[in-house]
């Protein structure tokens, strides 16, 4: 605890310079830790809230995300990762999706069924056989280029997820951060971190990645 300003009698109530300086940089360096505590935690997460079911039957309606900013400052974005980003047929809206190509490789799409550099997903450990299928707002995905600096997104709800087979290749710059935790409401079927699926990807070689590429 902080000292007081006043001797130890507490009788003459005399200011005492060397204690009162102390106590006042206590006070101004707690503060000052407070604010760069508080600067640091906001810029490096973010809270998400979840809408809708296109992630299912991983993340629920109404769920709420801890979003990790600053991962991707030092490492890439990675097939499987859940990520957090702003839509770009909507950027006045967020979106969660998991990221199924990187740049370079080669995507295709069949019926909800992803293939990447030739090699057909086995998603079956966060794709519901009964979510598996095209959207309706789904276009033809046939061995396309993901472009540099751009990536794939899917919904793990195949069946009812708007997502990189609708509206195209996702840019690396909307990218708010990867999902980590799922913190609220508690007691659901999928609270804490979200699980590891790299092995999903694990047989899929890595291609150049491509400087260019249309869809």
């Known amino acids: 605890m902080p000292q007081m300003c006043y001797d130890k009698e507490g009788m003459n109530a005399e200011l005492n310079f060397e204690k009162c300086y102390r106590f006042v940089r206590e006070v101004i360096e707690t503060a000052v830790l407070t604010v760069l505590m508080f600067l640091i935690i906001n810029l490096a997460v973010q809270n998400f809230n979840i809408q809708g079911t296109s992630m299912e039957p ?47 490789d080669v995507i295709s799409v069949d019926n909800g069924h992803a293939t990447v550099n030739g090699v057909r997903l086995d998603e079956s450990s966060y794709v519901d056989s009964q979510r598996m299928g095209a959207s309706p707002t789904d276009r033809p995905v046939r061995d396309l280029v993901v472009p540099h600096d751009e990536y794939f997104v899917m919904g793990d709800n195949r069946m009812g997820s708007y997502d990189s087979r609708s509206w195209g290749f996702m840019p690396r710059k909307n990218i708010i951060g990867r999902a980590t935790l799922i913190y609220w409401p508690l007691g659901m079927d999928n609270n804490g971190l979200l699980p590891d699926v790299s092995a999903v990807f694990a047989s899929v070689q890595q291609r150049v990645a491509a400087r260019t590429g249309t869809q």
């Open 58 to 104: 991983r993340l629920h309606n109404f769920e709420r995300l801890m979003v990790d900013k600053g991962r991707y400052v030092v490492h890439p974005p990675a097939r499987g990762d859940v990520i957090v980003f702003v839509a770009p047929p909507q950027p006045d809206q967020d979106y969660v999706k998991r990221i199924i190509a990187i740049p370079g």
